[in-house]
């Protein structure tokens, strides 16, 4: 089944305990990208990759750090979590760039910093 | 810069009636895409359909039907005849060459 997998669903941790977000795609998918969910806020990027080895900032970067070493991975670690990071993630990914299809998203992790 | 704009925050309304989710939006680019997904209560992001900005054909599934008007740079969206099960967060999107912006969302609450 064509899917894009996060785990954790459910995190909660303590301010500046690093943590990692696994994001997985079995579609072959190049293009890969993490948002966060916030009310009233809307969705809004974090980071993206293009393609293994190439990543980019989106509009909400500050405080993540993300890695793309092979195609079907696309981590979000946060270093020093604090608690303004207390959102609903969302990891995505599309066929190919530029973006004409539709992005398929993960389940999404819910994570609370306190 | 892209831009999305969903200007209902929230809409209720009771079963069988008919409503229209609007969105609005900016763009610099010639070729872009626009999306509707839902989200239900259960959080989960699903994909409703893709427009070109080519393609001002105005297209309908079943009870939903999309209103695609370039000149207004609109992208709407009408259930007809709402059921419960329409209970949900409805996102309209923007796509760039490399990024895809999403509106703030309109959670539509459909009462018995």
């Known amino acids: 089944e064509a899917q894009v997998t996060q785990n954790p669903r459910y995190l909660i941790t303590v301010t500046g305990k690093k943590l990692t977000v696994t994001c997985s795609q079995n579609m072959n998918h190049e293009y890969m990208s993490w948002y966060r969910q916030d009310p009233g806020l809307g969705l809004r990027q974090i980071y993206y990759s293009m393609n293994v080895e190439v990543t980019d900032k989106g509009d909400v970067p500050e405080g993540y750090k993300v890695s793309r070493k092979e195609k079907r991975n696309f981590p979000l670690i946060l270093e020093s979590p604090s608690p303004n990071q207390t959102s609903l993630y969302f990891c995505a990914s599309s066929l190919v760039v530029p973006l004409n299809t539709e992005a398929f998203f993960g389940q999404g992790t819910r994570l609370t910093v306190v | 810069a892209q831009k999305v704009t969903q200007a209902q925050t929230e809409i209720s309304v009771v079963e069988k009636e008919d409503v229209t989710l609007d969105c609005v939006y900016e763009?610099?680019?010639?070729?872009?895409?626009l999306f509707w997904y839902k989200q239900p209560p259960s959080g989960e992001l699903v994909f409703l359909i893709r427009?070109?900005?080519?393609?001002?054909q105005n297209e309908i599934s079943g009870r939903y039907s999309w209103n695609f008007q370039k000149s207004t740079s609109s992208f709407n969206f009408t259930i007809t005849a709402s059921q419960v099960v329409d209970s949900a967060v409805y996102f309209c999107?923007?796509?760039?060459?490399?990024?895809?912006?999403f509106g703030k969302g309109t959670m539509l609450l459909v009462s018995p």
């Open positions: 763009t610099r680019d010639t070729t872009y895409y």
């Open positions: 999107a923007l796509s760039g060459y490399s990024t895809l912006t």
């Open positions: 427009r070109n900005s080519f393609d001002e």
